[in-house]
């Protein structure tokens, strides 16, 4: 079955960079529909960066500008380059899959169908 795994997470000082990844098996990354998600310490799950089939990508408000989001299809991996690392930044992040998809915005967590077990980002001041 399909399986994605996240890796990257640390703890950080605010202003720091990160860079997580997403290794999929049994999934093809270059023609896949990805997408970032995080969950911080009591709140809900929320988008921060999608790719799709077409390699067209969107980033929630909060992250745009920091945050840039790609795939190495040699290497079947999603990337999440974070930067200029804020304590709101906190959580866990999960990557998302879903066969295909043509997308000019965010997508809802429904819409996917594998995931990953996430890996913890923590930003401290």
């Known amino acids: 079955q399909v399986q994605l795994m996240e890796s990257g997470g640390d703890s950080v000082q605010v202003g720091g960079s990160l860079r997580l990844s997403c290794a999929a098996s049994r999934y093809d990354v270059s023609r896949g529909c990805m997408e970032w998600f995080r969950q911080g310490p009591g709140k809900g799950r929320e988008g921060v960066a999608l790719i799709d089939t077409e390699g067209t990508t969107d980033y929630a408000n909060s992250v745009k500008g920091r945050f840039t989001i790609s795939k190495d299809n040699a290497k079947n991996t999603l990337y999440l380059q974070m930067t200029s690392l804020k304590t709101e930044d906190t959580g866990m992040y999960y990557c998302?899959?879903?066969?295909?998809?043509?997308?000019?915005?965010?997508?809802?967590?429904?819409?996917?169908?594998?995931w990953g077990q996430g890996t913890k980002v923590t930003v401290s001041s």
């Open positions: 998302a899959a879903v066969g295909t998809c043509t997308a000019s915005r965010l997508l809802a967590d429904s819409w996917f169908d594998y």
